[in-house]
């Protein structure tokens, strides 16, 4: 990315995994993103009453909440959802820690518009996000 350290995509990082939580927010940063790392799927959904992300990385393995719960709840699309809830249309990237932890169909179904299994590359992170956000004109 070639934009000033001011014009960065901001990405939330909504995992319970420490490790992976410290790999993609340290070295997105480093990709030309700015991150905020949130520690469960219903805190990210709380987070949003109060403020907006460019896209969202998301851990297939949250302990919480499932994350097609999540996604689908963020797009208000969940029948569990608040009616006034915020909705939000932005890029959502679903990681997986093993592979087939979730299906790819899952995550388009619940309204993601990516999934990344192992082994992870930032790069390729980096580039799936960017992908995500060209094509949502961010």
Same mark, same amino acid.
């Given at each position: 990315? =070639? #934009? =000033?350290?001011? #014009?960065?995509? @901001? ?6 995994? &420490?490790?992976?939580? @410290? ?7 480093? #990709? ?22 460019? %896209?969202?990385?998301?851990?297939? %393995? ?5 994350? +097609? ?18 909705? =939000? ?7 997986? %820690? ?14 993601? +518009? %990516? ?5 992870? #590359? ?7 996000? =960017?992908? &995500? ?6």
């Amino acid at each position: 990315m =070639s #934009e =000033s350290a001011l #014009e960065r995509p @901001h990405l939330a990082i909504v995992s319970d995994d &420490l490790s992976l939580t @410290h790999f993609l927010t340290e070295g997105l940063v480093y #990709e030309g993103f700015w991150t905020s790392a949130i520690g469960s799927g219903l805190q990210f959904l709380e987070v949003l009453r109060l403020r907006s992300f460019e %896209g969202v990385i998301l851990d297939a %393995g949250l302990g919480d909440i499932a994350v +097609q719960e999540v996604i689908r709840r963020m797009r208000g699309t969940s029948d569990r959802a608040a009616a006034e809830a915020p909705r =939000s249309d932005m890029p959502a990237l679903v990681i997986a %820690g093993i592979p087939g932890e979730i299906a790819l169909a899952d995550v388009l179904a619940a309204g993601g +518009q %990516g999934l990344l299994e192992p082994p992870l #590359e930032l790069e390729d992170v980096s580039a799936a996000m =960017s992908r &995500l956000l060209a094509q949502a004109g961010i």
